[in-house]
């Protein structure tokens, strides 16, 4: 069985009766949908810094793409359109 550990916070009286409506439509108790809703804000955070870190990896191994050619494309881009468009 997984070891549970105690946290605990203040928070205030609006999202506390927030808290109550959702675990009480959930069928669960404040502390389950707080640690719930903490789990999923820890892994999200997770996932940010694991796609952050992938781009850095990226630029380590030399895959990005120089800033003057996106700024190049870019301006090509911008020229066809305005000339489209007139």
Same mark, same amino acid.
């Given at each position: 069985m997984e070891s549970l550990q105690p946290i605990s916070t203040e928070i205030d009286a609006e999202t506390m009766a927030?808290?109550?409506?959702v675990a009480q439509r959930r069928?669960?108790?404040?502390?389950e949908f707080a640690a719930q +809703?903490?789990? *999923?804000a820890a892994e999200s955070d997770a996932d940010f810094d694991a796609f952050i870190q992938a781009g850095i990896d990226s630029l380590d191994r030399g895959e990005g793409i120089p800033h003057e050619q996106v700024?190049?494309?870019?301006?090509?881009?911008? +020229?066809?359109? *305005?000339?489209?468009?007139g």
């Open positions: 927030l808290v109550d409506r069928g669960i108790t404040n502390g +809703a903490i789990r *999923r700024m190049a494309e870019l301006d090509a881009m911008i +020229a066809q359109h *305005r000339a489209r468009c």
